[in-house]
């Protein structure tokens, strides 16, 4: 949609922004702006009716190119994330008109919006900025001679006032780690491999400055013993490896980190429990838990900065056939003493993640553990494409986690561990299986396996984004493909933690 967006402080913009909320006329404050009376006129107009994500355009309208009245919904159900919905609308009819600058004047229609203030200026920038920022992504870099790549302007942003542009700004930084997700998502297989997205850890962690980027494969793996690794990825040349970041904060370095585990299948073809009909098309998006770490490591070194450790272990591998493939009945000896005999190679983010959660555990000494994974396509069934499934039996930090969701739009759902569930896991030959011959329950049955590798005591949340990580159709500022999910989501509750 836009080349680039960033904020300017001074100079005139040639489309002015003003917000109407449905059924109402423009308050004062607003018109307080229209010295030349052509807003008010054109809020005669019938489709000038303030509904969300409506935008009244009027040309030539005090001393502008062109005015939008952008509608804000209705009054009672407006809260700071319907401002996503209206930047991607005033975002698309900005591209339309080809504007390189734009005034948003918006926060004067949220003036006495209600009692306790609840979107101010800054927020509303931060809202504005986030879904400006996420219009705006696409992916044009694999386009050939073939096709035509639309010229996209670049977006200078002004406004009424420094919090909303610092909005802005912050909104922008949470779409950009968004952006990076989904163009880690989009990348083909054949291109993003797991060595391949370690090179990108490493790139991203030198540029932060605040970050280090470790990555164990070969030899490492087998030293330390990160068996679900070495299993899942032996049947591919893209060799598997587990990537861990390290955010460094300038002051709380002492603190327990929080550690995000990410599964980061760069192909699922099933092995050889293969994945037959369609299953297989879109398998290279197996990696999205961990591009939403990712992104989320992006926001976090670069926009939040937090007063705390925290640490990113991605789970890489290709989960691949040849005769060297990892078979349904291997038996496997995890770093923790637990064995799984394998009954479905097919269940191998399971296998990574384990390796991922028993480190964390281990090695990390957490202060919490959140993993994200598109784990099973039950999920996608249970809730489709709205929530997110979670699993996280700590009340506080469930608490946590499904603020993070309410509040950056990436929402979560409950989803219960059960001694039942883990009991269906139990495998005649070694302690699990890693899939049950029992069909009911399946994103439930993941769950179970998991917490089989991590200790007791240590604070976890278990997320399975099958269902939301890619969206079928364009919204009000998303397009279809990878929706990055879990980089705003575990940013916001890394910053609330
Ligand atoms: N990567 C898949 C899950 C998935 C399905 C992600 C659809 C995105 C969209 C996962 O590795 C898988 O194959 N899960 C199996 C588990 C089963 C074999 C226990 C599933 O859900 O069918
Ligand atoms: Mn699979
Ligand atoms: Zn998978």
Not at 103 to 132: H, S, Y
Not at 167 to 181: K, M, S, Y
Not at 217 to 240: D, F, Q, T, Y
Not at 250 to 255: E, L
Request: with cysteine; proline share 3%.
């Amino acid at each position: 949609m836009f080349e680039s967006i960033r904020v300017a402080s001074k100079g005139k913009a040639s489309v002015l922004i003003v917000g109407q909320f449905k059924d109402e006329g423009l308050n004062t404050e607003t018109k307080a702006l229209d010295t030349d009376g052509s807003l008010v006129k054109a809020t005669k107009r019938a489709d000038a009716n303030g509904a969300l994500g409506s935008v009244v355009e009027v040309h030539g309208s005090n001393g502008y190119e062109r005015a939008m009245i952008v509608g804000l919904g209705s009054r009672s159900g407006f809260e700071a994330g319907s401002l996503r919905k209206v930047a991607g609308k005033t975002g698309r009819a900005l591209a339309k008109a080809k504007a390189t600058s734009v005034n948003f004047q918006i926060c004067k229609a949220l003036k006495k919006l209600n009692k306790t203030d609840a979107v101010d200026p800054f927020t509303a920038g931060a809202m504005i900025g986030e879904g400006l920022g996420m219009l705006s992504w696409s992916f044009d870099s694999l386009r050939g001679t073939a096709t035509d790549v639309a010229t996209q302007t670049k977006l200078a942003v002004r406004s009424c006032c420094n919090p909303f542009n610092d909005g802005v700004e912050r909104g922008l930084g949470f779409a950009e780690g968004t952006n990076i997700a989904r163009t880690l998502s989009q990348t083909p297989p054949n291109i993003a491999t797991p060595m391949w997205i370690a090179n990108e850890a490493k790139k991203m962690a030198r540029k932060s400055g605040n970050m280090k980027c470790t990555i164990f494969s070969g030899k490492k793996l087998e030293e330390e013993r990160l068996v679900g690794h070495i299993n899942v990825g032996k049947a591919s040349e893209n060799k598997p490896c587990m990537i861990r970041l390290e955010y460094t904060p300038a002051r709380g370095k002492s603190k327990k980190p929080i550690v995000l585990v990410g599964k980061t299948m760069s192909y699922d073809s099933g092995g050889l429990s293969i994945k037959v009909g369609g299953g297989m098309r879109g398998m290279k998006r197996d990696k999205d838990g961990g591009c939403g770490v990712f992104g989320a490591m992006h926001i976090i070194a670069n926009v939040i900065k937090p007063n705390r450790p925290v640490v990113a272990l991605l789970v890489s591998a290709e989960n691949s056939i040849s005769d060297e493939a990892y078979r349904p009945d291997d038996v496997l000896t995890f770093r923790n003493g637990v064995t799984v005999e394998v009954t479905n190679t097919d269940a191998e983010g399971r296998l990574v993640l384990a390796d991922g959660l028993i480190w964390a555990c281990e090695k990390e000494n957490p202060e919490y553990v959140v993993d994200i994974a598109t784990l099973t396509g039950g999920i996608v069934t249970a809730l489709g494409a709205v929530y997110g499934g979670m699993w996280c039996d700590d009340a506080e930090l469930r608490a946590k986690v499904e603020a993070a969701g309410e509040n950056s739009g990436e929402i979560v759902w409950r989803m219960p561990h059960h001694a039942d569930y883990n009991a269906m896991m139990k495998s005649p030959i070694a302690d699990i299986v890693n899939s049950s011959a029992v069909r009911g329950a399946h994103p439930i049955q993941g769950a179970a396996f998991l917490t089989y590798f991590v200790e007791e005591g240590v604070k976890w949340a278990h997320l399975d984004i099958a269902g939301v990580h890619a969206i079928g159709k364009d919204s009000e500022f998303m397009c279809a493909g990878p929706s990055g999910f879990g980089a705003r989501l575990l940013a916001d509750l890394i910053e609330r933690s």
